[in-house]
């Protein structure tokens, strides 16, 4: 089955909201095996709504339609479904008397725009809302089948899974499933190069290489009778990357660099500490956004200037004259400094010129150290990132994260 996804909302052209509810849409489509050949924002215009409907109709076996389905005069996706299939609006009264009770329930009374809400093109099937409002609804027209469905996503996402998933399943003769291997420390170029025999031969399962800030993902792809086969289709695959790319791959599917780091010290029940001068608090960040992180992260504290780094770290004030705050000899003396301060059994630290100015001949914009405290030894990097003043931050901040995780599995 082909499917379209239209959102509706002028609030989505203008990027006032983020257009989430396509990519949801789409990854839940893929697994009952329904292939999402297009996404349109349509904003609250009538006439261009009836026209993407009506395309969309023409060319696709299921139409998903989110949001315009409120009480006011700007939700009319209902409105442009009946003129798209030449149908009359009717009021529902099954649907009248569920929004009545519903307003009684939670102490209010329907105004005259909320009536708006139990109309519906002639034929279309409600679909009730249990965590708004609005209801939905569902029509076949022309052996076609299009579902409205509001926008707000913890509305959405329910009547997803009680009324359209069930029936898409039981008309689809397969399932799609996923699997996305996370890789860091190798670029998207080098990465397609290296998997190229296995991606030259790719049928069923497809593979296809995804690059994200940083680090990359292979997304393994097979269609199936059933969910069972489709994995095992894609074992093999998984086995042949790990082969490639070793100990590149850090996780799988949701996976984050930060929570796999995380449970390897709660594995080996090991305590750390960040000092960050060029990252200023964004490795931390990413740590404390792991639930249960509390269990092992100590401390992180922002050194940014000499003066902290002397009184906070014990960095050595001549190591700092004679090297300068961006040098691989105040990287150590940072990681060893919070790891003894934080009474930590590990010290990491960072420190650098984001830019996009102080650089200097020799030490340009973009460089970095990253630093590491580790049974008493210290294993200090330097990179030299070539990107803008967050893109320096955020790559300091992944392969400092790398460097912790490789250690932590002996692989550096």
């Known amino acids: 089955m082909r499917a379209e996804i239209i959102c509706v909302g002028t609030e989505l052209l203008l990027g006032d909201i983020i257009n989430t509810n396509a990519s949801w849409l789409a990854r839940e489509l893929a697994t009952v095996g329904v292939s999402v050949y297009k996404h349109l924002v349509v904003g609250d215009n009538h006439n261009r709504l009836i026209v993407a409907i009506k395309n969309a109709l ?11 389905l409120g009480p006011t005069q700007d939700d009319m996706t209902k409105e442009a479904l009946a003129q798209a299939c030449q149908l009359d609006m009717a009021q529902n009264p099954e649907a009248l008397s569920w929004l009545e009770e519903r307003f ?10 909320n009536y708006r809400q139990a ?4 034929g279309a099937i409600p679909l009730y809302n249990p965590n708004g409002s609005a209801p939905g609804c569902k029509l076949e027209y022309d052996n076609k089948v299009i579902y409205l469905l509001p926008g707000p996503p913890r509305e959405m996402q329910p009547m997803f899974y009680e009324f359209i998933k069930p029936y898409l399943e039981s008309k689809s003769d397969g399932v799609l499933r996923s699997v996305n291997m996370r890789i860091i420390g190798v670029g998207e170029s080098s990465a397609e ?20 800030f940083g680090e990359l993902s292979f997304r393994i792809t097979a269609k199936a009778e059933d ?3 489709a994995y095992d289709l894609i074992k093999p695959v998984i086995n042949d990357i790990e082969k490639i790319f070793g100990d590149n791959i850090y996780g799988f599917d949701d996976d984050t660099l930060e929570a796999v780091v995380i449970k390897e010290l709660q594995n080996k029940r090991l305590t750390f500490a960040i000092a960050e001068s060029c990252t200023g608090g964004l490795l931390s960040s990413y740590i404390v956004n792991v639930p249960g992180s509390s269990s092992v992260f100590k401390e992180g504290v922002i050194t940014y200037s000499n003066e902290s780094k002397i009184r906070r770290l014990g960095v050595n004030e001549e190591t700092l004259k004679s090297h300068g705050a961006v040098s691989k000899e105040v990287a150590k003396e940072m990681a060893i400094g919070i790891a003894k301060t934080a009474k930590a059994d590990i010290g990491i630290a960072t420190t650098g010129i984001a830019g996009p100015g102080g650089g200097t001949a020799t030490k340009p914009v973009g460089l970095v150290y990253t630093a590491i405290y580790y049974n008493n030894c210290v294993t200090v990097e330097e990179h030299q990132f070539n990107s803008s003043r967050e893109g320096v931050r955020r790559r300091s901040a992944l392969r400092l994260l790398d460097m912790l995780r490789r250690k932590l599995k002996g692989t550096n």
């Open 193 to 212: 190069e290296m998997a190229k025999e296995i991606i030259n031969k790719q049928s069923n399962p497809t593979i296809a290489p995804y690059a994200h």
């Open 104 to 113: 009684n329930r939670n102490g209010y009374r329907l105004t005259e725009n």
């Open 227 to 229: 969910e069972k086969k």
């Open 58 to 68: 023409e060319d696709n076996d299921v139409v998903i339609c989110t949001g315009g």
């Open 119 to 122: 109309l519906f093109p002639e």
